[in-house]
């Protein structure tokens, strides 16, 4: 199978930098996309920013110029840099992969994702 699993999240003051990394391993036979997704307590889960293999981005319109995107092909690693974080940035965050992957020995398109990490913005 596959599995994606999300780092770097956890507790940060306002106005700090938070790095999250996600990293996708498994029965991959090729990755198109990947993406950060954000689900804030009772809501439904949001667009943070995607970025495909070839390195073009695509941003919520709230988060540009504050987040930043970016992707490790040969590691089938996503990272999302944020910076001057606010307590409304709390959530859990959620990475994912839009590719081609091997199941029951068919490779089939799929979107898999992450287990979440939270993130908490608080003095």
């Known amino acids: 199978q596959v599995q994606l699993v999300e780092s770097g999240g956890g507790l940060v003051q306002p106005g700090g930098p938070l790095r999250l990394s996600c990293v996708a391993s498994g029965r991959i036979v090729s990755i198109n996309t990947m993406g950060w997704y954000r689900q804030f307590a009772g809501k439904r889960r949001e667009l943070v920013a995607t970025?495909?293999?070839?390195?073009?981005?695509n941003y919520a319109d709230s988060e540009k110029g504050r987040i930043t995107i970016s992707i490790d092909n040969a590691k089938n690693t996503v990272y999302l840099q944020m910076n001057a974080l606010k307590p409304e940035d709390t959530a859990v965050y959620y990475c994912?992969?839009?590719?081609?992957?091997?199941?029951?020995?068919?490779?089939?398109?799929?979107?898999?994702w992450g287990q979440g990490t939270q993130v908490t913005v608080s003095s």
């Open positions: 994912n992969a839009d590719g081609v992957f091997m199941e029951d020995g068919e490779r089939v398109a799929a979107v898999y």
């Open positions: 970025i495909t293999t070839g390195g073009s981005t």
